[in-house]
């Protein structure tokens, strides 16, 4: 790797999948995988193209129950770029001695490049050199760009360039045994001699997608027009022409491809769609430079560099692979998109392309440089608002529920079971019981609007979201009359390890603290929301919820009177009953399994359950710690009229700290974050972990299912909001930097308000410096010192390490 380029010198089959996955290209609009344009899905290689938001439903017979699943479709594959030599077999890597091979992913702008040097089985040896982007400007165009060298031989070629609309979804494994086919064939054809067209539909959603590609021959730079052969089958079309090659002769060979969807606005119909746009796009070069330059502005704006202490650039690098993955699953175009941000990208199915609570850990990023990206992902959950109305009424409650797992409408996409692929048994499924998903929508919201103070937005769209959501959590509650508390039964925490108490068959646990705190946040939060509407909104969404000053009072009575629960002298215990559960022998585990990161998969082979054990997937009471400053969290304690002792939050972190698998990917990012001012060594050790949760795949071999955006966004905002200390409150900038020794020098943009900001810190200094600025100079602050700042003013802090 170099600073701007993931590269691979090496063919290696079984590291495959990651590489595909990792090598996605995308534009917010649809994503394919890195796979080569010659292979099919085989055990090895397993190409994926997905549309945002592409989902359809199947049902399966499983487990004695019938059970429906939303799922990302893999959408039909427009790679397929094969020839073969002299009637010899059709070219693949596997059949050929590689000499020389080189795959590099640049993310400066986008590019997809493969050079093979090969030897075939009659000693001819030859050169493969190809080039693919997904455009970041058109997103409806996509292309690859094949150049083959005869280096010591003459003859025929032949190559063949198709669309393969017949895919199954199958790059999870666990989910082999359910339903997979989405797509049905509608056409194929031929519009022009250079053009074939596919047109498809998925089976339930009805999404109609359309591809057209043009397929040029180049020869000396010279257009070639070579007899062509049509192929077509049942989803499936493909040209087939021959080409003489001379010896060191070359030829080069441009596919571009549109794609469209009924789904698509300012559309007549997309088959049309897609072959006008194939007619009027030009050829690769010319592209490739629109291309840059759409990558070049989102650089502008996400640009991070580093100096490591050790003159490595492999923090730098990856980060940027973080970015850069980040924004070819939502980009610009996602705006003009009715979409959420799904956990593992567009890059694979895991997870079957949901929306969970990640975005937590994803809108912090946004709302630093395109905060217009956050507002159009704050609209996916608005529009399903009246959906979550109607799971809180069927659940039995008033307000909103959203769902744990959101896909195409918002109804709940979480499965009633799941596979145990170690036990191959099917386990009842409770994670829907996690209900701190309306608090991290809550909580995005509100932060949206504290780094843009968007009031239009708020007014008309968060403020009923916040409401209806606080509405629900404070039905949640119910009154112990003994305790005189507030409290919350029966949930799941982020934790998801404990989904019920021991020998119970009540699901969920009770007074989980991190649902109890950010409950009573919620709800105190929508009190201040109130405030901030002009009285003729508060007035109308009064009257259209129906809110009542008694209902209003009732929320902050609750806001007063949670119950949380402690044990062992001060520690917040994650759940009531907590310390009663057995201490994990966790040597013996990891003497056993290694990192035991999935601790839930391997007690449930021993047909035992992490319920019996203090033992965490990922952070639950310490996710406290990561959105709350301590001084926040002192005054939610403070207005709960529990004790609030600083001294011991380190012991609260070591406590879980040392209970946790880091199942999830989430988990390091948060712990990294907890310990970046109390142990800078502890935070970093977890920061490069999490860095390389993806690109070392570390959980295991499941990053080719789809890389983990939110680990991804979060190690960024490591660097942003945890080591520069960057907060966005009370109408102020605010740093307070804390860098690990690891980092000499940190330098990113930001904005904030409508301003453009540069900023330079190293362990002693901090420099703002104000590019741009059409409006009112912001309020600005560095640890205690406050200051205001405007276009062209720079403020320097000289810092001494806390
Ligand atoms: C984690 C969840 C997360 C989900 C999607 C799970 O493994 O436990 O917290 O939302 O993955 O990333």
Redo the contacts with the bound molecule.
Sequence with gaps: MNGWSLIYENYEPEKEGLREALCTLGNGYFCTRGAAPEAAADGVHYPGTYLAGGYNRLTTQIAGRTIENEDLVNFPNWLPLSFRIEEGPWFELERVKILSFRQELDLECGLLQRTVRFQDSEQRISRLRQRRMVHMCNRHLAALETTLTAENWSGRVEFRSALDGRIKNGNVERYRDLANEHLQAISTGQPSQETIFLKIRTSQSRIEMALAARTLIFSEEREQSPERHLEESQGYVGQTFELNLPRSGSVRIEKVVSLFTSRDEAISECGLEAINAISRAPGFENLLEHHRRAWAHLWRRYGLDIRETDGSERVRMILRLHIFHLLQTVSFHTIELDVGVP??GWHGEA?RGHV???ELFIFPLLNLRTPEITRTLLHYRHRRLPEARSAARQAGYRGALYPWQSGSNGREESQDVHLNPRSGRWIPDNSHLQRHVNAAIAWNVWHYYQVTGDAEFISFYGAEMILEIARFCAGLTTWNENLGRYEILGVMG?D?YHDSYPGSDRPGLDNNAYTNVMVVWILTCALEMLNILSGERLLELKETLELSNEEMENWEDISHRMRLVFHDDNILSQFEGYDKLEELDWKTYRARHGRVMRLDRILEAEKDTPNRYKCS??ADVLMLFYLFSSDELASIFERLGYPFEYETIPRNIAYYLERTSH??T?SQVVHSWVLSRSDREGSWQLFTEALSSDIDDIQGGTTHEGI?L?AMAGTVDLMQRGYVGIETRGDQLRFNPCLPRELRRLQMRLRYRGLSLELEVTPRRLSVTCVQCGCEPIKIRCRNDEATITGGQTLVWNLTQE
Excluded: N, V
């Design positions: 956990a593992r997870y969970f609570w990640d982020p998801e997937k990922q199942g999830s989430l983990h939110g």
